[in-house]
């Protein structure tokens, strides 16, 4: 039996898309982690609302900012912050 699942939730997903492109559309969001627009929008604002994405009007758009120095959510006590993650996953070092 074939089961899917994967090791990142959306949350983080959409945190990588960010990571990679801070001036991702919600669109292009939504279209990498495989998700509607509007759950796009709910995760951003999750993850604007527990402060590890500030968002940023540029024009039309808005420009995300990550708080790379923020611990991770999990509570596994092992002190790693949101920009180890996102350094380990998605190569983002010095490139933030």
Sequence with gaps: MSTQWTFLSNHGKAL??????PGARLRDIAQTVAITERRAHDIVTDLASAGYVVKAKEGRRNR???QTHLPLPEGSGSNRTVGELLDLL?????QR
């Design 16 to 21: 990588l898309c960010i990571a990679r492109d």
């Design 64 to 66: 995300y900012t990550i």
């Design 90 to 94: 998605a190569g983002t070092d010095d």
